[in-house]
């Protein structure tokens, strides 16, 4: 992984993303969505006493013991406001909790996924570019742009065209956030703190959509 020019510091929050090498789509199909998700609920944590391999062939009874001994007993490598899941690249912002929590988490969610795509499509070499980005949050309305922009790219994309659908959609924390799922891992509270109720939220969501696609849009003509 290449050297960053700035370092990740504890108890800072970043915005955190990667591509795929060539823009290749990974993230499309229920099988890796939810071995991501898997992945990052796991790596999330800290000094835990089983390979990832090891728990990811547990059955569900088992799993779910697992993750009611290490929510219990176990302290995160970082916390995780948001993410989302692009077909060819991914959005977390989250906080060093501990010193080079960022970096060993992401080293591990990019290698588990490489290893799990490539086995899945017989396929070599790297899956994810060299070197993720990490860009530090200043203050507190660059905080709640960045969640709320992270929750939308789905829709910005047009991944999904319903903003509804966006409620469930799983590659993205945004269900976490409204009660329709629980991954029992996104820390919600310092989003939620901005906003008077889980409506404001949501509203406060949705109000930057058009605005959104518009400059993916652009962005894409000029790159083009």
């Not at 629980?182 to 949705?206: H, Q």
Request: hydrophobic share 40%; glycine share 4%.
């Amino acid at each position: 992984m290449a050297l960053r020019k700035e370092p990740i510091v504890k108890d800072e929050i970043y915005h955190i993303f990667n591509k795929t090498v060539g823009s290749e789509k990974i993230f499309v199909s229920k099988r890796l969505l939810d071995r991501a998700i898997e992945t990052i609920k796991f790596y999330a944590f800290d000094n835990l006493d089983m390979r990832y391999s090891h728990y990811a062939r547990l059955s569900s009874e088992d799993k779910n013991l697992f993750w009611e001994n290490t929510i219990e007993n176990n302290t995160k490598r970082i916390s995780i406001f948001t993410f989302s899941l692009m077909p060819n690249h991914f959005h977390f912002l989250a906080k060093e909790i501990k010193e080079k929590g960022i970096s060993s988490f992401i080293g591990n969610f990019q290698n588990s996924i490489a290893k799990f795509y490539n086995t899945r499509n017989k396929r070599l070499g790297a899956v994810f570019q060299s070197g993720f980005k990490a860009v530090r949050i200043e203050n507190d309305e660059q905080f709640v742009h960045v969640a709320r922009y992270i929750h939308l790219n789905p829709l910005t994309s047009f991944l999904i065209k319903n903003p509804e659908d966006l409620k469930t959609y799983p590659g993205t924390s945004f269900p976490d956030y409204l009660g329709t799922r629980d991954l029992k891992i996104i820390d919600k509270e310092f989003l939620l703190k901005f906003f008077p109720s889980i409506e404001k939220m949501v509203e406060f969501t949705f109000n930057q959509v058009d605005y959104q696609r518009k400059l993916a849009k652009i962005k894409a003509l000029a790159i083009e």
